[in-house]
Each structure stands twice: as C-alpha cells, then as structure tokens.
C-alpha cells in the first residue's frame, strides 16, 4: 500500500525532527509577563545560554503562579517582583538565596480627561479614594500577580473596600488590562515598563498619578530550594543567578531601552 | 488604520522573511500535531469501530459517554494532565510538565473521543452487509472487521481530519502544558494570545493567516490520501 510508506516516511522524518532538539541542557525560569513582554530577556539570556550550553525555558506568568510554580518544583528560578509573597516564598522553604535585581516602578493610568480628578491626589491612595467616590471605572488585574498585589495594598490604604460596577475584575495580564482600560476608558494600575510599550499606537491612556514611594516595584530572584525538591538545577540555577546579579547582566539591564526608554533600573552600589 | 489589510502585510512579510520564530512555531504546531493525531487515531479508531461493531450490554451508555467526552474542554484536559505530571503529581518525576511530550499527552487525550465518534458514526451509516458478505467469502471475523475499516477509509480519514484540525487548533491545552516557551514548545496559537495580550493585535491576526495556511496544505495532503 503506497499511502501507508508515505506516511511510514514522514513519521520517520518526524522522529530524527524531534530527536535532534534537546542535545543541551534545559534551565526552567518562572517569571512574570513584564520581563517578557518588555523585551528585557531576549537580551539578558542568550550571554549566559552560549557561555554554559545551556537553555533557558521561560514560563512567563504573573508572580503569583510563577512561585506556585517554584512551590510545586516544576521550574529551577523564579524571577518575580512581590517582596512579600517572595519573603514568604523563601520563609516556607520553596527557595534559597533572594537577591535583588532591579526596580521599576508602578503609576496609575488612566484617560485625558481624568473624571475623577486624580492629578491633583497627593498620594496613590487619596487617588484611589477619588476613583471609589467618583465609581469611575477601574480595572484591577485580579489574578494574584505582583501588581494585583500592590493595587491590594493601596486600597486597604485607601481604607476603601473595591466592590461595584466601576471595579472591573480581569483576570489578564498586564497586556491585556491596559488594552481594557482603553476600550472602557478607565483607571488602572501598571508597572512602568508595559505601560511605555504601550503608550501612543496601542492606548491613548496617560499617567496620572507617579512617583510616591509606595509605588516602588523591586524585582528579586530565587533558586528553588534543593532541600524542598532534591530533583532542581540547583547549581545551574545558582550560576544564573549569579548572572544576573552580577556585573555582566546588571549592564545589560541598567542599558536596556525600550522606545528609547529606559525600563528598569538597577540598585547603585 | 485598515486592521486587515496590514494584517495580510505582516503575514506576507513574515513568510518572506522566513522568521525563525514563526518557523519554529509552525514546525512545534505541526509536529505536535500529527503526534497527537497519530497516537489518538491508535486508540480512537479501533475504539469507534469496537463501539460500531460489537454488541454488549451497556453500550448506549457507552456511547452517551463518548458524546459527552466531545464536549471536553481543552483547559479541563489542561488541568487533568498537569495535575498527574506536575512535579506534585503522580508521574512527576519524569519532569514532562513544560515540554512537548506533555502536549501531546493532553491533546491525544482530547483527539481520542473525537476520531472516535467519527469512526463510529461511519460504521452506523455503512452498508450493513458488509461484514456477513466478508464472512461468507470465507474471511474470519477479525478479516471481516478489517474489510469494513477497509471500505470505510474514506470515512475514517474524515475521522482523522476532525482529530488533526481540532488539536492544531486548540490552545488551552498547549498553553497549560506546554508553558509557551519561545523555540521550545510555543505554538502558533499560544503565540498568537501571546502577541493579542501584548497589544500586537495585527501580528496575532497575521500568525492566525499563517496557521490557517499550514493547515491548509496539511488538509490538501491527508485529502490526497483519503482519495487513494
């Protein structure tokens, strides 16, 4: 049968296909959608990958699932940015050796018009107080990540508990929630970094609100913890970290532009 | 600005430029793919022509259960493999969680019901003499039973079809399990909800042309072997 040694033929094509990936080693890296999405890892890792033939499998996902992840053992490093759940993350455990890497920092967006008044707010939470009272629209990320986290802890500031038509769980990423608080003309809390690839052709949203303490966004690293699960890359993981931390990849970061921007910053020694 | 029509630019462009990163999307999704399909259609199709053929008590149960099992979700299937082989799960130490394999598990499991009741549905509307003639030519009821998926390729390739277009489409499941890792295990779909939550609305738009192309040719060669 002629149609059976043609597809015998294209199986064995798809075996020696499949077989030849995989020769290297594989590092697994949890890290939330805004070291992705801005740019930053297409040219942080490939250094570190030639130099120890090494590749570096990036699960990007908000800080919440990316530690989950770390919990669990399903990945080797997580690269996120919620100082408390990492505290805890490394309190319970999961990881070993938290260092910090860089920051940026979050601002409140929102549209031109501004209806509920916010430029004139004296701090992110006096501007979340106006939205509240205002009810104008506002779109939480609700999904656990780093910056849900953060827009949780400046509504108990606020002392206003989010609840109503105007308070829009997403459930998305950062993407995703700037692209919403477009179509609906809403407020939103963003890290700087998404927002910047943003700005201009994809929202028409502005900053309303920056530059209050609170609102500063550190990102940490964590091995996960070989004692927790004898089965990660512990060593590897710690080489990275290294990396990253160190000399050559806080360069590649503190020189990182996006739309000739730069979008994080790295701790003056 | 004209959505489409700069969509169909992207498109074109990006085939033109042989991208290494649709390359690799398109090769991850094909591959993926016919794995799936492949290993789905060695269980779906003896078990459709199993339910076609013989008679025991209990079948109609049996075959509501399949129907029901067309209406699986992909995250449902997503979530029922992760939870085996995530690390925390029972086959956690072979680390499949994040890589092909583990997308091919979760997309054969969805292919299976399908080709199924293909397979199934092709036996009941067959010529119901089929097997005795087979059987009075002096074939034994295995023969038979091969005689009539025999006749029936053309419907059984239907099957297959259904099977492959349903598994390179979903995205759920490849998300899920396979992580959307750039080279590694990022699909076409899981690329283009990548770039629609970046805002690339036009790219994503331009990648689902592109899938729908390689489906195409996909479909032009399994039609060429189901008209043999």
Known sequence: MKPLRTLTLALTALVILCSSAGAEERLKLSTTTSTQDSGLLKVLLPPFEQKHNVKIDVIAVGTGQALKLGEAGDVDVVFVHARKLEDRFVADGFGVNRKDVMYNDFVIIGPKGDPAGIVKAKSAAESLKLIAAKGATFISRGDKSGTHTKEKELWQAAGVEPKGNWYVEAGQGMGPVITMATERQGYTLADRGTYNAFKGAKTDLVILFQGEKGLFNPYGIIAVSPAKHPHVKYDLAMRFVDYVTGPEGLKIIADYKAHGEPVFFIYKK | ?228
């Not at chain 2, 029972?90 to 583990?102: D, E, R, S």
């Not at chain 2, 995205?171 to 899920?176: D, F, P, R, S, W």
Request: contains cysteine.
């Open chain 2, 1 to 228: 600005m004209d959505f489409f029509s700069e969509s169909l630019q992207t498109a074109l462009g990006l085939i033109a430029a042989h991208d290494p990163d649709v390359l690799n999307a398109v090769t991850v999704s094909v591959v993926v793919s016919i794995w799936s399909t492949l290993f789905a259609a060695l269980a779906g199709i003896p078990a459709g022509v199993a339910l076609g053929v013989a008679d025991f008590p209990g079948k109609r149960v049996a075959v509501t259960f399949l129907n029901t099992l067309m209406a699986l979700p992909t995250v449902v299937v997503g979530l029922f493999v992760y939870s085996v082989i995530s690390r925390q799960g029972p086959l956690g130490g072979y680390g499949l969680l994040f890589t092909p394999q583990a997308m091919v598990i979760g997309q054969t499991i969805l292919a299976v019901p399908i080709m199924a009741n293909f397979t199934l549905s092709t036996i009941k509307g067959a010529d119901p003499r089929i097997i005795p003639t087979a059987l009075t030519l002096g074939a034994g009821p295995f023969g038979s039973v091969c005689r009539l998926v025999v006749e029936l390729r053309f419907g059984i390739m239907a099957a297959v079809i259904a099977g492959f277009g349903r598994v390179i489409a979903e995205v759920g499941i490849a998300m899920m399990l396979g992580g959307n890792i750039r080279g590694y295990t990022r699909t076409m779909t899981t690329a283009i909800a990548m770039e629609t939550g970046k805002g690339e609305f036009a790219l994503g738009l331009a990648l689902g042309l592109i899938l729908m192309s390689v489906a195409l040719i996909v479909n032009l060669f399994l039609n060429f072997l189901q008209q043999r």
